[in-house]
């Protein structure tokens, strides 16, 4: 895959201007670190204001400069955006229907004393595929938490594994926001990409979540604050209440999966025909996602004895929180169009290819740049895309999806005080600051590099 360019020739044609357009890309992105870390300005403005400074400098018009950045925001909420809205309304039937619980008891039911930081991992990864990082962290705290007060266990073996499956999905798994953004800027088949992800993820959990998960725990011992412990009382009132059943809804979860992997089967080892084409069309993430939200509203929404009411305010419901990520996400669309019309891609490929780097390492140093500076996975996802993208013209389909999962693992490096994920853990888990990072920032760069190996392991058999 990585057939570069003669270094003697790249630098022959380099030229004043390329450096130019690679000064007005370090500059975007420094003001957008700046901005995001020392100024607290919101991540939406700061990819605006980021844009701009890129442009400027680059030396396009104005009326250039807002054109390519409505273009890229456009562009990014008509390809994203839905995905994004429609994967919030089947993670908030999830949760409000108790089906999240379902899965949870259902899966301690069935685990031993030895297996409960292996069953705390299976939990995280099927409560992870619909829902965003923050909100399945929040959801599965209070179950960590009482899990490991009754069972006696240390907290880190059991949260570790909960945190390393869901770490894993947010960075490499569509339908999560950094992903789709990701294989919609570098143009790779969603399919693909979620197979060769998965195959990725389950590797990287096992070894970033209970392996680690035993170690995490001889190194720090937390004591979570009480107040966010259920009680049994309030514990034996959910499980009382009406719920789907765990077959119903573990078969909703993965609804979208199945659709999108089996148009990923069907472009691999079916010829044209009708049963490609249908395959082809149930399997296009709009699809597959709207048909696992109309499902789940009969089988998440009807058993928990919710009617059409109830059903349609969780639907609204779901919308109104995940504004700011979408603004976020559509604002990183107009940073990379920006990119791409002032010509900083070409330049890039350019430098990468008179480097003689591989565009998939090269794709996870920038997204690991761009994360350490500004704590954000998704702003990391988002920028490093956009500037890598030109490396991937000309790839196969497997090594385009490679080139995403690539960025993905860069974005989740070491992740620590600039980061709000950081906090969330350090909170909800009770630990101090050296605790946090002895554990959560470990385990993301754990996650990292253990992906990135696996990745480059990939492109030398695909």
Sequence with gaps: M????????????????????????????????????????????????????????????????????????????????????????????????????????????????????????????????????????????????????????????????????LSVLHGLVPPHPGPLVAISTVKADLGVTLALGLLVAVPTVIIAGPLFGRVAARWVHAEPPAGLMADGEDREGEENRRRPGFGLTVGTVLLPVVLMLAKAVADVWLDDGGLRTALDAIGTPLFALLVAVIVGMFTLGLPAGFGKERISGIVAESLPPIASVMLIVAAGGGFKQTLVDAGVGKAITQAANGANISALLLGWLVAVGIRLATGSATVATISAAGIVAPLAAGMSTSHTALL???????????SHVNDAGFWLVKEFYGMSVGQTIKTWSIMETIISVVSIVLIMLLNLVL
């Design 404 to 414: 995403v999962l690539a960025i993905g693992s860069g974005s989740l490096f070491f």
């Design 2 to 165: 990585t057939a570069l360019a003669d270094p003697a020739l790249a630098a022959s044609s380099w030229t004043g201007h390329d450096t130019r357009l690679i000064v007005a890309a370090v500059i975007g992105v420094a003001v957008i670190v700046v901005l995001i870390t020392q100024l607290k300005v919101h991540p939406f403005l700061a990819l605006a204001l980021g844009s701009g400074a890129l442009g400027a400098v680059a030396g396009m018009p104005l009326e250039k400069m807002i054109t390519s950045f409505s273009k890229g925001v456009g562009d990014v909420v008509a390809s994203v955006g839905v995905l994004i809205a429609l994967g919030a309304m089947l993670g908030k039937l999830l949760a409000e229907s108790g089906g999240a619980d379902q899965i949870v008891d259902t899966i301690l039911a069935k685990s031993g004393a030895r297996m409960l930081p292996w069953a705390m991992t299976l939990i995280a990864v099927l409560i992870g595929l619909p829902m965003f990082f923050e909100i399945g962290l929040v959801l599965l705290v209070p179950v960590v938490l009482l899990v490991a007060r009754r069972s006696g266990r240390p907290l880190m073996l059991l949260g570790i594994p909960a945190l390393a499956g």
